[in-house]
């Protein structure tokens, strides 16, 4: 279906024609002041190298993500594909409570004290540099303050609204 440039994009047709975008799924925490929380997201990409850089994309309708924010600290765990009921857990499939959530991997922390999921793909501890909200999301820019990198393995994405393996 071809929309014409000057129509409305529907919310629902914007999420179909994402849904043939394929996502790397990562697991973004925090803990700090305002408490501990995971959340899974696909929305997450670096912005430089000089200094390490990365940009992540929360939902601020979402009643707890602001804690990311009052936190000032995040860390952003890149899954592996045989992480899937990680991602699920943390997407809020079964509502299980956060700490119901953080006892399906194990964690450490690194600098800034955001769990960081032991086995991941990689981890990137990050203090919060830039904020901005733009429509439904919190834009959150973090400064690495440390990473992890982890076994090499497939990554996991998340395509034609499902989980797929790629890589290795």
């Given amino acids: 279906m071809l ?14 024609a994402m849904s043939h975008f394929a996502e790397a799924v990562h ?4 803990d700090g002041p ?15 190298d000089n200094p390490a850089t990365i ?12 804690l990311f924010i009052e936190n000032q600290v995040f860390a952003l765990n890149v899954l592996s594909a ?4 990680i991602s ?5 499939k079964g509502d299980l409570p956060q700490e119901d959530r953080f006892a399906l991997g194990q964690w450490q922390t690194l600098q800034t004290g955001a769990p960081v999921l032991m086995n991941a793909l990689a ?4 203090r919060i540099i830039a904020t901005h909200e733009v429509a439904t999301h919190y834009v959150i820019y973090g400064k690495v303050t440390a990473l992890n990198t982890g ?3 497939q990554s996991l994405v998340y395509l034609n609204r499902s989980y797929h393996g790629v890589g290795e």
């Fill in 3 to 16: 929309i014409a440039k000057d129509q409305k994009i529907e919310p629902l047709a914007f999420r179909n």
């Fill in 27 to 30: 697991v973004i925490t925090t």
């Fill in 34 to 48: 305002a408490g501990r929380r995971g959340v899974t997201i696909s929305a997450a990409c670096s912005v430089s």
């Fill in 55 to 66: 940009l992540v994309c929360l939902n601020r309708q979402h009643e707890f993500n602001h």
């Fill in 82 to 85: 045989d992480q899937r009921a």
């Fill in 88 to 92: 699920e857990a943390f997407s809020g």
């Fill in 123 to 126: 981890s990137f501890d990050c």
């Fill in 151 to 153: 076994e090499r393995g």
